[in-house]
């Protein structure tokens, strides 16, 4: 019995971990989103663009935990997603180029590289 | 008072006429242009124009070439010195005291005789001028693998185009004014456009040429 | 009781499972046309190795487990110029590297060793001693991280940190030591983020150098550079400068200025330099306008299509003036002034400076020859400036071409007895150093006995210039150069001796006569037709 057991927990946790292979973020991938998606629409619309090395890695995981954009009255996913993209691949190239990766995937690339690029991450990055 | 009228320049030279003169102020002004005397289209344009103008141009001057050859009209090029002293005279002088004019147009001579030498000295010295170099201008792109480039220089090309370039230039303003030398101001130019030339009255109107 | 329970028991689980079993079958069927996630990038993932695992306290350490599988990296790398900083140019046998050469930038590395080799691809070469030999002392990294997060840092003699270190010191800001063991096992291709680590800021920071070369091209957009576009063709250095047993192909030393060998074809012996243009794109790249062809028997590709250098939002040093170095602040204390872009362009330390940016080359006829001023070479100070290198060139021997340019210009110390340039210790937190002490002749003495050349004890100042070929930077091909950029008047080409370019080089005596004569004839044709009409009137 207990035999059968950790046979079915064995199985059942070999077939988990096959299809669930964790993804490695890309972060020079996150790096041109971030850029030409974030970076780009924040410098044309806004005073002062938004870097990396703004805030602290903490703090970039719980600005994209939270998920709100312009003060809450939208998602920060929502600029992740294909319809996202596919509305602006006209005229931006990061869209265009990234239109088919999976959503989550093209988050996890930013947040890499938002980790990565924090104030305090491996590799400070500033806007440019 | 009536005025004789002959039907001097067929369809096909008016055409011939007014298309060259279209092309030859082409020319002139992005010609002058790509040469950087002043600024009208911007230098690519002017010299994308230039090089159409040009063929264009090309294109013409075989037809015109054509019809001349086949309609014996070449010999309306033919130079002749005789009367060329009473055209000098005439304009130096006849055409300030009303003096009729020494040369009569008919349809087997239009020009009159300094319009003739004119008129070869564009065809035997302008133009060769400006049609060689010109040539090798636009065939530039290919005297390297040719092997012009030994013997050529873009400068000099370039030139000799402009001399001739000059040359044409003053042609034209001659060739303009003196369009308004005529039997009247008007009607050489009327003839250009119309086909028929005022060739003055019968009674006292000038002999017609020989 | 207990036992058939346990047996019931039994049999309804193996029943539960033969069935998922069967499910689970299924499902592998299906799964197995959808092969399972395979890396493309590479043979190998090195997260797997053995060798990799665990933690590593220093370079040399990752390096040999590296080379426990590459058994002939290091020897291939040690015989490239990135190991040795050494080249010997064939043409006129003059010795160059970087630890050879000057430059109007820091100068050069004499003494300054544990700073200028950050970007060495080694480690530890402190001073002229260094074990060349040593396999274990080659620098796997610094080439082949992906991860973005090594670092070697300037004073480290090419070593990364291992522990917080104070960068600039005093500054407050700690960098962290890099996880060797982490990189090591995500370790990959080289990319720009590898090359630029040192190339992007050759001269002692962003952009200084090469003005074609900064970080902006890490991950530039398409008018940056069309090649390198990282939402576009996404190029790495590598796919021109294409590389085989470490030894990259396409060095400044020794440039292809004319490439007459065509589009390279596989297979094809004795094709050259695979950096160039014509390497990919051959010697008749335009399809549209055969005219530019021509154009491009005698002009550089890279003179229309690279517009402007220091195009990406980093400034480029365009001269440097060592001569006003030393001046302190109001406090005394060491200081520089910025410009409204934030530059710097006076430090204390180092002197004055001009910075530019989206800066228009200068061109000249370059065949690929360059001879550099090297260290007991003869200068004279004069107005006209000395060449630390000297380009060859011209339009009438058959190889030269038009190029694009950086001209460095620079006021730089020399010895006005020996008459030669010097090398000064300048880096360092000794009592020698100029950076920190501000006493020229005890600097140079030390660089130049470092060296073993002679130096006088004075110190002047020389107006030096130096060319760096620009190539970088290619704009997409409607960014490239408009025509009257050089056909008209105020030529970017102007100067250009042996070409003739309508709009730009006609003859003004001949302009002057024609236009005379047309007027001429305009103004007797108009007196003409006056008299015309005041004698008809007159009737």
Not at chain 2, 52 to 58: G, K
Not at chain 3, 110 to 116: L, V
Request: charged share 20%; glycine share 8%.
């Amino acid at each position: 019995m207990k035999r059968s057991l950790m046979l079915i927990a064995a199985v059942l946790g070999s077939v988990a971990a096959g299809s669930a292979v964790a993804y490695d973020a890309d972060w020079k991938r996150g790096r041109v989103y971030y850029r030409q998606i974030c970076t780009s629409c924040h410098t044309a619309q806004m005073p002062k663009p938004i870097a990396p090395n703004d805030k602290v890695k903490a703090d970039w995981a719980a600005y994209l935990q939270a998920d709100k954009h312009a003060k809450g009255k939208e998602t920060v996913k929502q600029y992740f997603g294909k319809p996202y993209r596919a509305s602006i691949k006209a005229t931006n190239q990061a869209a265009a180029k990234f239109a088919e990766v999976p959503d989550q995937d093209l988050l996890d690339d930013v947040k890499a590289f938002l980790q990565k690029g924090a104030k305090d991450g491996d590799a400070p990055a500033s806007c440019s | 008072m009536s005025a004789t009228k002959i039907y001097v320049f067929k369809r096909f030279e008016r055409f011939w006429h007014w298309a060259q003169m279209l092309l030859v102020l082409t020319l002139l002004t992005t010609g002058f242009e790509v040469h950087g005397a002043y600024r009208l289209f911007g230098f690519e344009r002017a010299a994308g124009y230039h090089t159409i103008a040009a063929w264009s141009l090309v294109g013409l001057w075989v037809f015109a070439i054509f019809w001349h050859f086949t309609t014996g009209e070449w010999k309306q090029y033919i130079p002749t010195l005789a009367k060329v002293d009473a055209m000098i005279k005439y304009y130096a002088l006849g055409i300030f005291t009303d003096a009729p004019h020494p040369f009569r147009a008919t349809r087997l001579k239009k020009h009159n005789p300094l319009q003739r030498l004119a008129y070869l000295g564009v065809l035997l010295f302008i133009s060769p001028l400006i049609w060689v170099t010109g040539w090798f201008y636009i065939l530039h792109d290919n005297w390297t693998a040719w092997g012009w480039d030994k013997y050529l220089s873009l400068e000099t090309v370039a030139f000799f185009h402009t001399v001739a370039a000059f040359m044409m230039l003053i042609f034209l303003i001659a060739h303009v004014y003196l369009t308004t030398a005529g039997h009247t101001p008007t009607s050489h130019i009327k003839a250009m456009i119309t086909g028929w030339e005022e060739v003055g009255d019968e009674e006292t109107g000038a002999p017609a040429a020989k | 009781m207990r036992n058939s329970t346990t047996r019931r028991w039994q049999g309804v689980v193996a029943g539960l499972w033969l069935i998922s079993a069967g499910a689970f079958a299924a499902a592998e069927i299906k799964e197995a046309k959808e092969a399972p996630p395979v890396r493309l990038d590479s043979t190998a993932d090195h997260s797997k190795f053995k060798q990799l695992q665990g933690t590593f306290d220093s370079g040399p350490k990752v390096t040999k487990a590296c080379l426990s599988c590459h058994t002939e990296a290091a020897r291939q790398v040690h015989r490239t110029k990135h190991w040795t900083w050494e080249f010997l140019n064939p043409d006129n046998q003059q010795r160059l590297g970087k630890k050879n050469v000057l430059n109007n930038f820091c100068i050069s590395i004499s003494q300054n060793y544990p700073f200028c080799t950050s970007c060495h691809v080694g480690y530890g070469w402190k001073d002229k001693n260094f074990d060349f030999a040593a396999e274990e002392n080659v620098d796997c990294l610094v080439c082949h991280d992906t991860t973005g997060n090594y670092k070697k840092l300037p004073g480290l003699a090419g070593h990364p940190a291992y522990k917080p270190v104070e960068t600039p010191p005093g500054s407050g800001n700690m960098v962290k030591p890099p996880d060797l063991a982490k990189i090591a096992q995500k370790i990959g291709k080289t990319s720009r983020d590898t090359c630029g680590a040192c190339h992007f800021f050759g001269g002692g920071g962003d952009g200084v150098k090469h003005g074609d070369m900064d970080s902006s091209l890490a991950a530039p957009d398409k008018d940056l550079d069309i090649h390198m576009d990282a939402t576009g063709l996404d190029f790495t250095c590598a796919t021109c400068h294409a590389t085989s047993s470490h030894d990259v192909p396409g060095s400044r030393y020794k440039p292809t200025a004319t490439d007459k060998h065509g589009a390279h074809i596989r297979g094809k012996m004795g094709q050259g330099n695979p950096a160039t243009c014509q390497a990919c794109h051959g010697n008749t790249p335009h399809k549209e306008k055969a005219r530019l062809n021509t154009h491009a028997e005698k002009i550089a590709c890279q003179t229309c299509h690279v517009p402007t250098f220091a195009r990406g939002g980093v400034a480029t040093k365009m001269s440097w003036d060592w001569s006003t170095a030393g001046q302190k602040g109001a406090d005394g204390k060491h200081m520089t002034r910025k410009d409204d872009h934030n530059h710097v362009i006076y430090d204390t330390r180092k002197g004055d400076f001009v910075l530019g940016e989206k800066v228009k080359p200068e061109y000249r006829w370059f065949n690929g020859d360059i001879s550099y001023t090297l260290l007991g070479d003869k200068v004279e100070k004069s107005d006209v400036p000395t060449g630390v290198n000297r380009i060859g060139g011209s339009p009438a021997d058959g190889r030269s071409m038009i190029w694009p340019m950086k001209v460095m210009r620079g006021v730089q110390p020399f010895d006005p007895i020996n008459k030669t340039l010097v090398m000064p210790h300048t880096a360092g937190n000794d009592d020698i150093g100029f950076w920190k002490n501000l006493e020229w002749e005890k600097a140079i003495a030390d660089g130049m006995q470092n060296m073993g050349a002679p130096f006088s004890g004075k110190v002047d100042f020389i107006k030096t210039e130096m060319f760096w070929p620009i190539t970088h930077m290619v704009a997409p091909k409607d960014k490239a150069l408009a025509c009257a950029e050089c056909h008209s008047a105020d030529s970017r080409l102007k100067g250009i001796d042996g070409i003739y370019m309508p709009s730009h080089s006609q003859k003004r005596w001949l302009d002057i006569a024609g236009w005379l004569a047309a007027a001429a004839t305009l103004l007797g044709v108009l007196i003409h037709g006056a008299l015309r009409i005041v004698m008809s009137r007159r009737k």
